[in-house]
Nanobody
Framework: QVQLVESGGGLVQPGGSLRLSCAASGFIFRLYDMGWYRQAPGKQRELVAA???????AYVNFVKGRFAISRDNAKNTLYLQMNSLKPEDTSVYYC???????????WGQGTQVTVSS
């Protein structure tokens, strides 16, 4: 019973910050490279940040310097600190494995991030 439960989204003004959380269960979290994805209406889902099981991170260019991914393996939780938010960051954000795995069959409801003045 794999579960991925995202939280922490909301409405924020441009330049504001949010911290997203992903509570994972039903698998050995510490053994998986994890990532945050986003999907805006009418657009393809895209990986925006990833973290390996050992803690190395990677980001797409348009979030570098603004977003920071982290994980707490003891709590089976993934985080995304989002700073200097822009309207174009508006999307539903999801967590999942960063590489193809059986986890790809399981997606949570995501958490809505809306950046608007």
């Amino acid at each position: 019973q794999v579960q991925l439960v995202e939280s922490g989204g909301g409405l924020v003004q441009p330049g504001g910050s949010l911290r997203l959380s992903c509570a994972a269960s039903g698998f050995i979290f510490r053994l998986y490279d994890m990532g945050w994805y986003r999907q805006a209406p009418g657009k393809q889902r895209e990986l925006v940040a990833a973290i390996t099981k050992d803690g190395s991170t990677a980001y797409v260019n348009f979030v570098k310097g603004r977003f920071a991914i982290s994980r707490d393996n003891a709590k089976n939780t993934l985080y995304l600190q989002m700073n200097s938010l822009k309207p174009e960051d508006t999307s539903v954000y999801y967590c999942n494995a960063a590489l193809s795995s059986t986890l790809g069959s399981y997606w949570g409801q995501g958490t809505q991030v809306t950046v608007s003045s």
